[in-house]
């Protein structure tokens, strides 16, 4: 017959143990807001009051950058390209994921603020013991023993360090987004430059084989004469000559055209050869407009993504060493532990227990108490991972301001390169139509025997070759602009509104993962928040 002893209710330690509890929770706010380590203040960087350009009438400054800058071109084919790569492009959407991950690393930094060790435990062992192990003699050697109940153990955020953790998180996911806005902004200027690259190469074919057609005219006016022997079979082989060179070169040309329009396939993520039917349309070298507007060299630091996102990777990282400043100090836990617990080889008020004594008054045990640690034998290592954290920090300052450098530097080369293309372009465009005269008048001179055929080879080489030059030169102030505008930053507003992932993606993704309430990704902030005040205890060192 079971006895059972019941002089120690369950009621009264459940009552001790929420005591226990509620002393953790006042001990947590007692301890709150103290965080060691610097609080980022953003980076000072030299920038220029005005460009280069400032005075030019084709330079116009304003506050804001034209956020969709393409239309400038006025050119349908380049728009419908644009949308699609922004849909499309695989790159840009490993980007995007790259910001779910940041989203899911912050959740886990905030878990860290709470219990970081919990667990509910259950077990039932049967244990059989020597007959010679010790404290074995008028013990049931052979018995099961049964375990239920609940364990935690939570170190205080006393220095802060999974704050700090929390705030290189939050740095860390805002860069994310950042980062996807470079790749957005980098994206739309190659689609616009690769674009011009197909529109330049069809444009030089089309000038070859308009040379072609000129020279074959003067081939076959160099045979006629040799044949009525007013000349020699020796212009009959110059005038070949250059006609088959320049029928070669057509080839070359085909070939660099193809290779671009692969290129823009890979950017629209699409096999190559479907981009055919994007560029249907004029085929002419994209037409910019003379005047640029251009923002203030000050608006960069807002504009460009890749300057928010060096910004934000040195914010990330001046919280870590808060997180590695931490570990200097002793850390103090809290751990606890609560169930039930009954053996078969001594039972309830010494009777024997089995399973169905495990819920039993007084089968209940608990446990709770405060830890300490300080690794204070680290042998300078905890010192040294402070010291690499300063140093890494340090690093992104100074990326930093080089990255705002290289910035300005993008925006003069690209502006002075517009505008001198434009320049070039008005007296390439004089030489072309000198060139065309020359070979008038050297072909009309060359029928009436005034000159060798010599002369007639050097106008058309000479035509040619301007011609090229000319289309170079236009293809130049179309790519400068586009490298201009991404410089300044545009483009990054295509997404605003817009969702960063496609619904195909998110439905597969959530199919295979439950991603709560992260899809979908909800809009980010493009900046960090304002410092929360700053709370030190007052026995807290210097140097923290």
């Known amino acids: 017959m079971r006895s059972h002893n019941h002089t120690e209710p369950t009621m009264p330690r459940l009552s001790l143990a929420l005591s226990g509890a509620a002393f953790v929770l006042a001990t947590i706010v007692a301890l709150g807001g103290c965080a060691v380590g610097p609080d980022f203040a953003k980076p000072d960087a030299p920038v220029s009051e005005q460009w280069s350009g400032k005075g030019d009438p084709r330079v116009v400054t304003q506050t804001a950058v034209n956020s969709r800058w393409w239309q400038a071109f006025n050119d349908p084919a380049l728009d419908r390209l644009i949308q699609a790569a922004y849909r499309q492009n695989l790159p840009l959407q490993i980007a995007a994921l790259r910001i779910m991950e940041s989203r899911a690393r912050l959740g886990l930094a905030i878990g860290g603020q709470f219990p970081q060790q919990q667990e509910a435990f259950g077990s039932a062992t049967k244990i059989g013991l020597s007959r010679y192990a010790p404290n074995s003699y008028s013990v049931d050697r052979n018995h099961w023993d049964y375990q239920l109940g609940f364990d935690a153990i939570w170190e205080l955020d006393f220095w802060g360090k999974f704050r700090r953790d929390v705030e290189a998180s939050r740095a860390s996911l805002i860069a994310s987004m950042a980062d996807y806005d470079d790749a957005l902004v980098s994206l739309t200027a190659e689609v616009a430059r690769t674009y011009t690259l197909i529109r330049t190469y069809q444009a030089l074919i089309d000038l070859a084989s308009e040379n072609v057609r000129i020279q074959e005219e003067g081939l076959r006016i160099t045979e006629s004469r040799f044949h009525n022997g007013v000349t020699t079979e020796l212009d009959v082989a110059q005038a070949r000559t250059l006609l088959e060179s320049t029928r070669a070169a057509i080839p070359q040309l085909e070939t660099q055209l193809r290779q671009s329009q692969n290129a823009l396939a890979t950017l629209l993520g699409q096999p190559t050869g479907i981009v055919q039917t994007f560029l249907a349309g004029p085929q002419g070298i994209p037409t910019v407009p003379v005047e640029v507007a251009v923002s203030v060299p000050a608006e960069l630091l807002r504009r460009r993504p890749d300057i928010r996102s060096a ?234």
């Open 311 to 544: 910004e934000l990777a040195a914010a990330a990282q001046c919280a870590r060493i808060g997180v590695a400043k931490a570990d200097l100090f002793p850390s103090f836990s809290l751990f606890g532990e609560l169930g039930y617990q009954a053996s078969s080889q001594g039972g309830v008020a010494s009777g024997k227990a089995n399973l169905g004594d495990l819920f039993d008054s007084s089968s209940f045990f608990y446990s709770f108490g405060p830890q300490v640690k300080w690794p204070i034998l680290n042998y300078g290592r905890l010192k040294n991972n402070v010291r690499i954290q300063d140093a890494r920090f340090q690093e992104l300052l100074v990326n930093y301001r080089n990255t705002v450098l290289k910035a300005a530097q993008e925006v003069e080369d690209s502006l002075t390169g517009f505008l001198k293309a434009q320049e070039t372009a008005a007296l390439e465009q004089n030489a072309v139509t000198s060139a065309l005269r020359s070979v008038e008048i050297a072909l009309k001179q060359y029928k009436e025997g005034a000159v060798d055929y010599q002369r007639v080879l050097d106008t058309q080489r000479a035509l040619l070759q301007e011609q090229n030059s000319l289309a170079q030169a236009r293809s130049s102030i179309a790519t400068n602009l586009i490298a201009l505008y991404k410089a300044l930053g545009g483009g990054w507003e295509l997404r605003q509104g817009q969702p960063i992932l496609a619904e195909s993606t998110l439905a597969e993704m959530e199919k295979r993962t439950d991603w709560g309430s992260l899809l979908p990704p909800a809009p980010l902030p493009e900046t960090l928040p304002p410092p929360a005040p700053r709370k030190l205890p007052a026995f807290s060192s210097r140097g923290l």
